[in-house]
């Protein structure tokens, strides 16, 4: 069954999409599909993966468990929002590049996402807390230690 | 997969909510946090024609501390149950369950009102809302009502809701500080639906316990109060001891299923274990 689309104004990396879609399109659909911003990945499309995570206002959320509709008005940032320009990496994904904190990258954006968001709130967090905050998302390939070890070598560059 | 088609509203108070949803109520589902429906929806095991997103809704979140009750909206998140400043046994019992909701970006989202309505026999606030007698109201163009946790969990996914009526609060009782409070559970991976969940509130006055409830998660089709775990601590003198009895009691007293997840003796076991670990009184000597 087809029905009709409904207008829906985002927000996304400071950027402002206008795109129709209908209302069972997720954000994480919408993301990819809508506005091209493909560094948003689906994993599992229940919640249980992490490699849709983005901030929605600031915070983390699964991007597969929300309607785009009801992102209306609030600020999206994605992977692409991270780096603060195109030559300077987020001190979270230098400490990934540097940490060797992934290998096939599937899960990358969501773990980008998830810690940034994560850091900014909390900046002082230690090394259990985070690992709790790292239990959110999955990846198959590097076994965690290496994203652990990421995380805490950004939590320190961003404390300064 | 993706979700099946449906019509999308979106009130901005609760009366309009309440009339939405009266349209067609067999047909419509309500959308708070969306972390249990949209997995369900995205696999097509739900298939609504109609979601009323009540996430514009004022004045259904937060947790108001009163005389002898507290009052916790429905659709308060369940990481602001985690960071309540609530004091007291109450308070600490809270937090605790909450931070064993899920992951973090599901706690940013999903919703107290959200996981008591969708009634999932081992879902943490299904079992503090069982352990406390917690009173569940709810709305609809017919008027309000509220539920006592004993009638509102009937089975698996199903509450003594109507399809036309809201949850909009629930109430639990404060309890004072002669309380001693506490939840422990065990899932296979960190943030997945326990297995087996335990939760306890135990009154103890001169040493002596004067009130206990113990509720059990996994262990049947709703959430589990033990009353034989519950007589067992009644009027003992708190030890740990006195737990591990408890624990045993319930133990015996349950009639767990056996699925792929963890047969009958191995949930009795782990009631064996996880009540004293709620009650902080595992490792010690009697
Ligand atoms: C990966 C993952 C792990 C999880 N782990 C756990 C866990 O360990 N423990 C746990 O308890 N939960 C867990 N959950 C589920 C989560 O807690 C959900 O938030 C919760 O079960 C449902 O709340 P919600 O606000 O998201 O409700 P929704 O998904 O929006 O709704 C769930 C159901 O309740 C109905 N409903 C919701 N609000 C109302 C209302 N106010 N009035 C009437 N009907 C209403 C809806 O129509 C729907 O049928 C997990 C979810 C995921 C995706
Ligand atoms: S795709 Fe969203 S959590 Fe896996
Ligand atoms: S790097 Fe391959 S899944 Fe994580």
Known sequence: MTRSTVPVRLYVNGDRYDIDIEPRRTLADALREDCALTGTHLGCEHGVCGACTVLLDGQPVRACLMFAVQAEGASVRTVEGLAPDEETLHPVQKAFWEHHGLQCGFCTPGFLTLVTGYLEEHPEAQEDELRDVLSSNLCRCTGYQNIVTATMSAAEEMRG | ?286
Not at chain 2, 9 to 38: C, H, N, T
Not at chain 2, 52 to 63: A, M, Q, T
Not at chain 2, 166 to 172: A, G, K, Q, R, V
């Open chain 2, 1 to 286: 997969m993706k979700p099946s088609a449906f019509d999308y509203v979106r009130p901005l108070s609760l009366d309009e909510a309440m009339e939405q949803l009266a349209i067609d109520p067999f047909e419509s589902k309500v959308l708070s946090g969306g972390q249990s429906l949209i997995p369900m929806m995205n696999f097509r095991l739900a298939r609504p024609e109609r979601l009323i997103d009540i996430n514009r809704v004022p004045g259904l979140e937060g947790i108001v501390p009163g005389q002898d009750r507290v009052t916790i909206g429905a659709r308060t998140r369940h990481l602001a149950v985690q960071n309540t400043g609530l004091q007291g046994p109450l308070g600490s019992l809270l937090r605790t369950a909450a931070a064993q909701v899920g992951h973090l970006p599901i706690r940013t989202r999903g919703t107290f009102g959200g996981s008591i309505a969708h009634c999932d026999a081992a879902s943490e606030w299904c079992l503090v809302a069982r352990l406390l007698d917690a009173e569940m109201t709810v709305r609809s163009t017919r008027g309000e009502r509220t539920i006592p946790a004993a009638d509102f969990f009937q089975a698996i996914f199903t509450t003594a809701m109507e399809p036309d009526e809201i949850l909009t609060s629930i109430s639990l009782p404060a309890l004072d500080d002669h309380h001693v409070t506490g939840i422990a559970e065990f899932a296979r991976r960190a943030g997945d639906f326990a297995i087996v969940a335990a939760t306890a509130a135990v009154k103890i006055e001169d040493g002596v316990v004067t009130r206990a409830r113990v509720c059990l998660g996994g262990v049947s089709e709703v959430p589990w109060r033990s009353q034989a775990a519950e007589s067992a601590l009644l009027g003992s003198a708190w030890s740990a001891g006195a737990v591990a009895e408890a624990a045993a009691a319930a133990a015996d007293e349950v009639d767990p299923p056996s699925d792929s997840h963890g047969d009958a003796d191995y949930r009795r076991d782990l009631v064996r274990a996880l009540l004293p670990r709620a009650l902080n009184t595992a490792g010690a000597g009697s």
